[in-house]
């Protein structure tokens, strides 16, 4: 077989090597990876095109995209990343990302990217959180009762329109002044344990396990703006967390000591207007 290799180099904004990536065959080799994704700063995408002129081999594309201290948004699972530093690779073979480094909810993360033998990628990545920006994916601020940063560890598996994210966390270095049962100093472990899945277009589910005895899951829904909202939430101490039919935020289970009063100061404070009004 006779085949022609180009190389080629371009150098510039990372919009217009996002634009590539998802406006090619390349977008279908890499899974959709880079859609939806915005992005800025400058970047580096070496390009290889494999053209056969004889012989019964098909044309492929491989490349590599150096990441140089650019700013990342959206997608279908990305938190916003901050002075990413790192390689993207594709080829026949998929997509891949190695040791890049970036920032996000206020501190380090490192990203591997991997395509499975079965279709589809997974996305493992490491860090540290601060308590406040992190509670922001729950739409749920921590104002001035929690505190701190704390190490976490996050699998994504990504397989067309079908994503889930699993996220762990001992919270050590994490203090927290809520009400009881959720009081805790940042010394004590609490192995925390979310699990994220889409129920249905539009909406998005979170199932929480925090130590031994509480569970609680979270959904949220699109408004007219297409922008994530609480609806509703279940806080279950030693039972089982289900969602209720009606919207609101509901405590349920068995403890020796819950202060409402408190837990309504709580809920009154981080409702917004328009959303649902906590209902215990």
């Known amino acids: 077989d006779t085949l022609l290799t180009l190389d080629a180099k371009i150098t510039g904004a990372v919009e217009d090597k996002i634009r590539f990536l998802n406006t090619t065959p390349v977008n279908e080799m890499i899974d959709g990876f880079t ?58 073979n998929g997509v891949q990302i190695k040791n890049t480094k970036a920032t996000a909810f206020g501190g380090p993360v490192n990203i591997n990217v991997s395509k499975q033998p079965e279709g589809g990628l997974i996305i493992d990545a490491t860090g540290k959180a601060n308590v406040d920006q992190f509670l922001t994916l729950l739409d749920l601020p921590a104002q001035d009762w929690m505190d701190g940063v704390t190490d976490w560890t996050a699998k994504v598996a990504l397989n067309g329109d079908d994503t889930a994210v699993i996220v762990d966390s001992t919270l050590v270095g994490i203090s927290s002044n809520l009400p009881q049962p959720l009081n805790k100093n940042s010394a004590l472990a609490w192995p925390l344990h979310v699990e994220r899945k889409i129920p249905t277009k539009g909406q998005e589910q979170y199932d929480v396990t925090l130590g031994k005895e509480i569970r609680a899951v979270f959904l949220r829904a699109q408004d007219g703006k297409g922008e994530f909202r609480l609806r509703k939430a279940t806080l279950a101490m030693n039972t089982d967390a289900n969602l209720q039919a009606k919207d609101g935020i509901f405590v349920t289970g068995a403890i020796d000591e819950l202060d409402l009063d408190l837990w309504r100061s709580y809920l009154r404070r981080v409702s917004k207007p328009g959303a649902a009004t906590s209902a215990i």
């Not at 494999?50 to 490349?63: D, E, N, R, Y």
């Not at 997608?75 to 990413?84: A, E, F, H, S």
């Open 35 to 92: 859609q939806g994704m915005k992005a800025k700063g400058n970047g580096t995408l070496d390009l290889r095109l494999a053209l056969p002129l004889s012989g019964t081999k098909q044309t492929t594309v491989s490349g590599e995209y150096h990441f140089e201290n650019n700013h990342i948004e959206g997608g279908k699972i990305w938190p916003t990343l901050d002075n990413v530093v790192g390689l993207l690779q594709f080829g026949p």
